[in-house]
């Protein structure tokens, strides 16, 4: 029978590297592309979205794990998000792996 020990320390260190940070990047740049292309209707909208990186807080121990974001600075952003759900294909592009 095959055992399993978790290794918690080394998915602790997998989830701070600039590996998996590289991964998150790329997956919030094919989230921008989906974006920017459901919102040709508002081009100051469209130009608005930004990709950034930071950290994020996960579990009990006050650990961090890197994290990508990605945001619209435009003035109208969230009456444009609340009308028109222009991040959902954002979404569906992150989750899939591709714009």
């Given at each position: 029978?095959?055992?399993?020990?978790?290794?918690h320390a080394g998915v602790a260190e997998w989830a701070q590297s600039q590996e998996m940070l590289d991964l998150l990047m790329e997956r919030a740049e094919d989230g921008k592309r989906a974006a920017e292309a459901?919102?040709?209707?508002?081009?100051?909208?469209q130009a608005s979205f930004q990709t950034g990186s930071g950290t994020a807080p996960?579990?009990?121990?006050?650990?961090?794990r890197a994290a990508a974001?990605?945001?619209n600075t435009?003035?109208?952003a969230g009456r444009?998000?609340?009308n028109h759900n222009i991040m959902?294909?954002?979404v569906a592009a992150?989750?899939?792996g591709g714009g």
């Open positions: 029978m095959a055992q399993y020990k978790p290794d459901a919102s040709g209707r508002w081009p100051d909208y996960v579990g009990r121990r006050h650990e961090t974001l990605l945001i435009h003035p109208s444009i998000e609340w959902n294909n954002a992150i989750e899939s």
